[in-house]
């Protein structure tokens, strides 16, 4: 920023993760001319790690926007600039006539001088200091879109007749009207499902509290309504989202490697040719695992969680670390030392639009199993929607990959950096196996366990993997080794 008492305070791109150099910005919420206030979100930007809204901790009027969407930015360079008005003590300047009668500067309530609310980067702003983002405009109007599901803080006012159109804007060069419109409400996953139903939130009539669409009004404009998954898990696997476009004629096609796509290429070129990686494979019988399954489902103590193969196997390797709690450890290059953890991150890789994430379940060593649960399944939505945050994928120590649910019967997977051990758990498959001496159809399932031979050799390894088999296997076990 600029130095105080300087009526022109630039905003610099901040880092939002541990140590990241650059950011890509994804979508501006705001033009050239638009009124911001301390805490109001103004941009969405894709780093390494994750997308996360950055909010502006100045009052003003925004005067320069100094990139375009979808360019990479050096983290400390800045990125929009506010005219905060004479003496920049931080008081804002009298807005033009065009913003008087913008409904985002009227919604801004007023807060004691000298006081500026805390807001994380990634989560907006209380519903007490909130200004409504403008409204998605029509085609062709630049840096005005509003993402697909961004934080929208539920507000108790109903949404507010849409302002006259202002006098155009200049935005990098290009002229553009400015947003005089109200954005509807509504959660990010109702966002992503009208994203994803071809639905205009703006058609769609809102009945929750204080005029917040719901999934039940998206699902009330969809039609035909088969077009509706039941449940998350039905959808289309968030991957399928990224495929290439090809022109007419065209044999090929370029995509820069960017974002998370960037940083999951570095990672695994480094650990592959840093970590001596070994990995070793069990295929067993799974059959009781998934009676258990089926047990929990109608069990009381997990109404409204998911139960599914995955959580017991998650299970089975935290029972696996606490009996042999070496293999829970990271190799230090820089102090040639061995460090042992006595708790465990937990993380699950999971397929998303940009690309491959690993966010972990912290401290899942000492959660109960229903406590698991919801971690999980917690875990695996927030992904699907695009909004885990840089600090859930930091500080893992052992990570699964669930290769199973794509039909594969297993892989060998590469080391997250950092970590000693990774999971892969393949297709569960009905198979004939010699059961109690007869050969009988029964779950078969193989897992293969990839670990840092640096640190874990082949012994204990090997003691790891049989310890998880044994207790999917027999997951009485469960009773008698925690």
């Not at 360019?71 to 008081?91: H, K, N, Q, R, S």
């Not at 999934?215 to 289309?236: M, Q, T, V, Y």
Request: hydrophobic share 45%; net charge negative; glycine share 8%.
């Amino acid at each position: 920023m600029t130095a105080a008492g300087q009526r022109f305070r630039e905003f610099r791109m901040p880092d939002v993760g541990e140590g990241l150099t650059e950011a890509e910005i994804l979508k501006w919420y705001v033009g050239v001319g638009d009124t911001v206030a301390d805490g109001q979100v103004v941009c969405e930007v894709e780093t390494a790690k994750a997308a996360v809204e950055l909010p502006i901790p100045y009052d003003g009027v925004v005067s320069e926007i100094r990139f375009d969407e979808g360019t990479t930015v050096d983290v400390g360079t800045p990125i929009i600039v506010v005219d905060a008005g004479e003496g920049a003590g931080g008081a804002p300047a009298a807005p033009e006539p065009a913003a008087a009668a913008d409904p985002v500067a009227s919604a801004e309530p007023e807060q004691p001088e000298g006081k500026r609310q805390a807001v994380l980067v990634g989560y907006g702003v209380a519903p007490s200091s909130t200004t409504r983002r403008p409204r998605k405009p029509q085609a062709g109007v630049p840096n005005q879109a509003a993402p697909a599901a961004p934080s929208v803080p539920a507000e108790s006012a109903q949404p507010a007749e849409p302002a006259a159109p202002a006098a155009p804007a200049e935005v990098n060069g290009r002229s553009q009207p400015a947003v005089a419109f109200e954005r509807p409400l509504a959660k990010p996953p109702v966002r992503k499902l009208a994203k994803e139903l071809g639905i205009d939130l703006a058609t769609v009539v809102p009945t929750g509290p204080g005029g917040v669409v719901t999934r039940d009004d998206i699902r009330a404009a969809a039609a035909p309504p088969a077009r509706l998954p039941s449940a998350p898990e039905e959808a289309a696997p968030a991957s399928a989202a990224v495929q290439p476009a090809f022109a007419p004629g065209e044999r090929e096609t370029r995509v820069p490697i960017k974002g998370v796509r960037k940083a999951t290429a570095q990672a695994m070129v480094a650990s592959a040719f840093t970590a001596p990686h070994v990995t070793e494979f069990v295929t067993f019988d799974i059959t009781r695992t998934m009676k258990l399954v089926q047990e929990l489902k109608a069990d009381p103590a997990f109404a409204g969680l998911k139960v599914s193969p995955l959580l017991l196997v998650a299970k089975a390797l935290l029972v696996a670390i606490r009996r042999h709690p070496e293999v829970n450890a990271a190799w230090d290059e820089a102090t040639q030392e061995i460090v042992h953890k006595s708790y465990v991150n937990l993380g699950i890789a999971a397929a998303t639009p940009r690309g491959l994430i690993v966010p972990n379940i912290k401290d899942a060593q000492a959660k109960t199993l229903p406590e698991l649960a919801a971690a999980l399944g917690e875990l695996v939505a927030t992904a699907r929607e695009g909004k885990t945050s840089p600090a859930a994928m930091q500080g893992g120590t052992v990570t699964i990959t669930n290769v199973g649910v794509f039909g594969v019967d297993t892989g060998t997977p590469i080391l997250n950096p950092g970590e000693s051990a990774i999971l892969a758990f393949g297709a569960v498959k009905l198979q004939p196996w010699v059961h109690k001496g007869k050969v009988k159809p029964r779950h078969v399932t193989t897992l293969a366990l990839s670990f840092d031979h640096r640190l874990v050799d082949g012994e204990l390894g090997s003691k790891v993997l049989a310890d998880v088999a044994a207790i999917l296997e027999t997951p009485k076990r469960l009773l008698t080794w925690t």
